[in-house]
C-alpha cells in the first residue's frame, strides 16, 4: 500500500525511507535508494547494497559499480544521462550475505512501483537475485541469462521489456564470462535503439 500510494519518484523514495518492514534497515547506516538519470530509457536493477553503497548511500559505487560503469559506456550509457540505477534491496545485508526470501518480499513492491514511475524502455536484471525476484522464475541465471522477458507492471500499458544478465562481482571473478555479458550487452543497446 505504501509503494502504490507513491505518485513520484521523489515520494517512492521518501516512502522507502519510512518503511520500517525490512530488519535489514536496522543494521545499515544508509537506505540506498537509486542512482543516475530519473526518467531514463535503461534501468538497471542489482542485488543489494555493499559496504561501499552501504556508507555512501549510492548504488553499484564500489568495484563492481566500477565495472558496471564501464559495461554501460561500452553501449552509450552512462549514471550520469542515460541511465538509472537501483536494487532489489534498498539496505545492506550484513556481511553482503545472500538476501533472504523475506527481504526480497518485503522489498519488491517499492521495486515494482520503482518501476513503473522509472518508466524505462528497458530493463537490467543484473545477476541472479534481481532476475528471480522479478521473473518469479525457478530457472537460476545461468539458463536466463540473455533471454529477454516482457514484465507486466501494475500501472504501465503494455509491457517492460528486461534482459536477464550476470552480475559485475560474478564476473570479477568469473572474467571468463564477459564474453557472454558482453552479448547481453549488444542485445540491450539494440533493443534501447530500436524503433527511435
Ligand atoms: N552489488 C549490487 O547488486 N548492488 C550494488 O549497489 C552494489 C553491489
Known amino acids: 500500500a505504501l509503494a502504490g500510494a507513491a505518485a513520484t519518484l521523489a515520494e517512492l523514495e521518501a516512502a522507502v525511507r519510512g518503511f520500517a518492514g525490512c530488519a535489514l534497515k536496522r543494521t545499515a547506516t544508509n537506505t540506498v535508494f537509486a542512482d543516475g538519470a530519473a526518467g531514463a530509457e535503461l534501468m538497471v536493477i542489482g542485488e543489494a547494497p555493499g559496504a561501499d553503497e552501504d556508507r555512501i548511500g549510492r548504488p553499484f559505487v564500489g568495484r563492481s559499480g566500477q565495472l558496471l560503469d564501464r559495461m554501460l559506456a561500452a553501449i552509450g550509457y552512462d549514471r550520469r544521462h542515460n541511465a538509472y540505477i537501483t536494487n532489489v534491496l534498498f539496505w545492506r545485508p550484513p556481511g553482503n550475505r545472500k538476501p533472504t526470501n523475506e527481504e526480497v518480499a518485503a522489498c519488491l513492491p517499492f521495486v515494482w512501483r520503482h518501476i513503473a514511475l522509472a518508466r524505462p ?25 540473455g533471454r529477454w522477458f516482457e514484465l507486466e507492471v501494475e500501472g504501465i500499458d503494455g509491457t517492460v521489456p528486461a534482459i536477464a544478465t550476470y552480475h559485475p562481482s560474478f564476473l570479477l571473478r568469473s572474467p571468463a564470462r564477459k564474453g557472454e555479458a558482453w552479448r547481453d550487452l549488444l542485445a540491450l543497446q539494440s533493443k534501447l535503439k530500436s524503433g527511435q
Open 121 to 145: 524502455k528497458a530493463v537490467m536484471l543484473s545477476g541472479g537475485t534481481a532476475t528471480s525476484a522479478l521473473l518469479r522464475r525457478a530457472e537460476g541465471i545461468m539458463r536466463l541469462r
